[in-house]
C-alpha cells in the first residue's frame, strides 16, 4: 500500500496529459474540416526528406538530389525507419512528439521524486514542466523538439548523478553517448556540453572532458562528412541561413553576437525571466554548508544558464516556443530543485548563513534585470510581478541576515517557498495559455495554404517542375521537381542570399536554367530589387483569413509564359469547387 502514491501520481499525470492532448487534437480538427495539419509547414520538410530516405536513399525533399535541408539528422534518420517498416503516414511526427513528452514529464516527475520531493508535489512539479514546455502544443507543430527535450532531461539529470560521486569506467561510454544523441538531435545541444567540459577540465578528469567532446565531434561532424559526400554543404542550409554563422571579421562578429545576446535575453525573450530567475537561485545556493551538498546541482544550473546565453547569441528564439523549449524545460526543472535544496537544507542551527555580498550581488542582478525588462511591461504583464517577487525575497533575506539565523532561516523558507513559486506560476499560465490559442489557428493556416497546394499539385503538376519558397508540403505530398526560392533545398538561391546577391537578375537565371511549369510564392517576399522577372505571369491569388503561422495570408500562383498562364487558369478554375470556402480566390489575368 505504501507504492500507492507512486502509482497514483504518473496515474494521474497521464490523465491529465491524455485529456489535454485530446481537446487540443479536437480543436485543431475544428479549424481543418477533420483533416489533421501541423501548426507548421516544417515538419513537412523532415517527412518529405524522410520518404525519400527511406524509399530512394536520397537525404533531400525530392528523390531527385540530396539537399541539407534538415539540421536533424537523428530525427529524420529515426522518421525514415518507421516510415521504411511501418508505411508513410505523416501522423508519424505527431505520435512521437506525444510519446516523448508524454516520457519526459514522467522523467521529471520521478527524478522529483529522487530528489525528496514528496509524491503531490512532484505531480504538480512535473505538470508544470509540462504546462511551461508547452508539451501540449509541441507534438502538433510535428517537429523534433520534444525528442530533443527528453534526450536533454536525461542527460542533465545523469550528469547532476555523475558530478556527485567519483567517475566511473562506464561514464565514459555514456557521456559520449548522451552528447552524441542529444547534438544529432540538435545542433544546438552542443551549448550544453559547453560546462560540463570545462568542470572536467578544473578538476583535471581529462578522459571525461575528452569523452564529453567526442559526441559532438561524431554527431556534427559525422554529418558534415555524410553531406559532403553526398554533394550537399558540410553544415545544413537551414542554419546557415537562419543560424547566426560567422559574416564578418571576427572582432565584428563578436560586438554582434554581446549586442544580440543582450537583446534576446532581456528585451524581447520568454527566456529571460527564468534565465534570472536561475541566476538568482545560483547565488541563492553559494550559502555555506549548501556548497558540498550542491556542488552538482550548481554545475547542472550554469549548464542550462551559459547554454542559454550562447543560443541566444548564436540561434534562434520563438516560433511557437520550439527553439528555447529545452532551455526552458531545463531551466524550470533545474530550478525547482535548487528550490527543494534550498528550503530542506538543515545545517547546526535552523537557519542558513549567508554573506552580505551574497545578497548585495543577488539584489543588484535582480534590479539590474528589472531596469532591462522594464520595457516589456506593457506587453508581458507578469514580467512585473515576477521582477517583484524576487525582489522582496532580496530584500527582505538580506534585511533578516541581522536578526539571528533561526529567523534567516524560517524567513528565507517562507519567502522563497511563497514568492518564487508564484512568480513560476504566472509564466507558465502565461506560455501555457498563449500556446493553448495559438496552435489550432497555427493548424489552420497550413491546411488551408500549404496542403491546399499540395492538394493542387498532386492533381495537376504530380511531378512538374515547382518554384516555391514553402517547400514542405508540396514536396511530401507530391513528387515535384523543386526550386527552393528561400534557399533550404537549393545551393545556389542559398549561396545567392548569403553574398547578398539575390536579385531580380539572379534569380531570372535560375529561372531559365531550371525551367519552372509553375511558380507559388508570396509575393511581398519579392518586392523591389528583388522581384520576380517580368516574364513571370501572375495567374491568381488565394487568400486565407488572418494568418497565425503563414507568413503571409495570400500566396500568387504564377506562370512563365503566356501559353502556360492559360493553362495554369483553367486548372485553378477547375479546382477552385475543391478549395475549402475559407480560401479565397481572385484571378489576376
Known sequence: MRKLPNLLGPAILLGLMCATYAIVLRLCLAQTDGHFAYGLDDPYIHLAIAKNLAFHGVWG????????????????????????????????????????????????????????????????????????????????????????????????????DTMARKHEARDLLIATTFTTLICACRYEDAFLVVVPVLTCLWQRDWRLAGALTVGPVLAIGGFALYSHFSGMPSIPNSILIKGNTPKSSLGNYLHFLSLRTFYTLFARSPVSDLFLLNVFAGLALRTRGLRESTSSLQVCIWTVVVATMLHAGLASIGIFYRYEAYLVVLLFTCLLMALKAVLSYRGATEGVHVSSRNWVIAIGAVCIGQVLLSRMFWFYQWNFSLIICINAVAVIALFAKDRGPTTQGRLRRVLVGSYIPLALFLIGQARASFAMEEIPAASRDIYLQQVQMSRFLARYYPSGRLAANDIGAVTYFTHVHLLDLFGLASNNIMRLKLTHNFSTATLGREFDAFKPDLVIAYPRWYQGAESFPKSMIPVATWTIPAVTTAAFSSVIFYAPSPSEATKLRSELVEFQPSLPSRVGVEFLN
Not at 501522423?91 to 512521437?96: A, G, M, Q, S, T
Not at 505531480?123 to 511551461?132: D, M, N, S, T
Not at 532531461?153 to 547532476?160: K, Q, T
Request: one cysteine or more.
Open 61 to 160: 525533399v525530392t528523390p531527385y538530389a540530396s539537399t541539407s535541408a534538415s539540421s536533424s539528422p537523428l530525427w529524420t534518420c529515426f522518421l525514415a525507419i518507421v516510415i521504411r517498416i511501418f508505411g508513410n503516414y505523416d501522423i508519424w511526427p505527431l505520435i512521437f512528439g506525444i510519446a516523448a513528452s508524454v516520457a519526459s514529464t514522467l522523467v521529471v516527475y520521478f527524478r522529483f521524486l529522487k530528489s525528496g520531493f514528496n509524491t503531490w508535489f512532484a505531480v504538480v512539479g512535473a505538470a508544470a514542466v509540462f504546462a511551461i514546455g508547452p508539451f501540449h502544443l509541441l507534438p502538433f507543430i510535428g517537429m523534433e523538439h520534444c525528442l530533443q527535450i527528453l534526450l536533454d532531461l536525461i542527460f542533465v539529470f545523469w550528469l547532476l
